[in-house]
């Protein structure tokens, strides 16, 4: 027997959660936690799950949404008390917007040492508020019987909530855990119990069907979380397809690569009378507008990550599945097609243009690869030139954050090499100031071993996104660079090297095509042209 409640506690709920399939668990250290990382070690060491540890816990909270954003399985963070538990903030957000599985298990005092100043305690009950599904405050074991039973039943509701099986969105759920001392024992083992456990069954919602009588004028804009459900619509009724490079939908012959061009200029956007949408579009003023225009009908596709877009308050019809009564006529889409061939899609890539370093990325990510696009200038730039592949490609555009970009990707790699795809390399396209942004988290466990793992930093002296707006103009230079561009001197390779990162310069489309086939963690700095 153990004299630890605590520790009995954490072995069953780790226990439990391995044995209902969960794999990805994420811990940085702390004292008040000591339960948890026991458990979780003995499980790791005995091959039930995967344990990746970070210092960290900013970084730590992205890593752990990249892998539940490539599994699509709920991945769970384990903290200790106070700071730690904040520092998990960003990427529960991004999780809360973009419907990521998260299963946060922060440690706490017990009731009894709250609010009476003790060190390193907090209110931790409603940190994240509602970007969390629940925050369950579970009080402190004291060994009562039944409290095994108890565990077993917080590790499948945690599952449960996190995958959204009553019906809500998948998203966060934070179980706080007090612990009281002894906060640990090296028994039981956990990965001797054979816990008996079982989730609960989802709900499922009857779909609701939109009937259109006409073809109309449509066209479908797929934005984040789309997926090929907006490809097959489009297919099948003949729609031009706009679709955004992290949508997992541009791929397929309706694809209008130029749609961000030809909304701003070509008559055809004019006859636009209706818009079907998937997912959560971010990128363009272009779609935004259309959206706003009276003549337009909206209609919106449920998204069950993203959840409802309707952000002009125009859509007359939400559904889950759309069907036309009127056969589909092709000529709306050949005139599309023509617009769109007649655009530049293959700039003479004088040097590393932006656009050239979009092709480049894309003609080197294949099938078995993974493609991280961060927020700002570069991945508008990959909705302006990126041709339709069907390519796994990840954007955190929950809130489009430029936090957590690095390990973001390391999530997305981890899951790979899990899944023994060692030939796939995953890659991450990103500006300086998002690299740096997020600097700490080039910091990785040795015990992952090597990693496929690109960092591709279009390095332009700092934010160069704000270039476009008004200030930038209207401002002497010397302001705008101080309080927008915001440029810094890191020297890159230096940081690369301290960390233990492969650092390449490269210096013409060539040499970026060569470096985008290293394998490795390696950081390729582009300077565009
Ligand atoms: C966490 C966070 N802070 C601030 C911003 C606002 N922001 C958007 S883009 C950007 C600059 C990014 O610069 P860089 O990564 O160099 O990309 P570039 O546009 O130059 O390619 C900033 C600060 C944000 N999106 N997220
Ligand atoms: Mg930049």
Redesign the pocket.
Known sequence: MTESPAQAFAAQLLAAMAKLGVRNFFLAPGARSQALAIAAGQLADAGKLDLNIRIDERGLGFVALGAALASGEPSVVITTSGTAVANLH?AVLEANHAGVPLILLTADRPHELRGVGANQTTNQIGIFNDAVRECLDVPAPNGHEGEAAEARELAAAAIAIALGYDGERPGPVQVNLAFREPLSAIEPDAAALNPRVALPEATTDEPTFAVLETAGQTVVVAGAGAGEDAVELAEAFGWPLFAEPNSGARFGANVVVGYRELLASSPLAQQISRVVIFGKPTLGRGVIALLKDPAVEVIVVNNRAYGHFDVTRRASQFCDELTVLEEPDFEWLAAWRAADALLQHNPATAGLSRAGIVQSVWAATGQDDQLLL?????IREADRWAPAKPIRVFSNRGL????GTVATATGLALVEVRHQNEQGITRAL??????L?DAGSLAYDRAEGDLNLQLVV?N?N?????ESLEPAQALAESNFDRLFRTPQSVDLWSLAQAYGWRHILVGSAGELDEALATRGRVLIEVIPA
Do not use: E, K, N, Q
């Not at 700092?462 to 704000?466: A, L, N, P, R, T």
């Open positions: 960003p961060g927020a700002s200038r570069m489009a954050g430029i936090d990103m500006g300086d100031l998002t690299l942004h279009v332009d700092g934010g160069s996104i704000f």
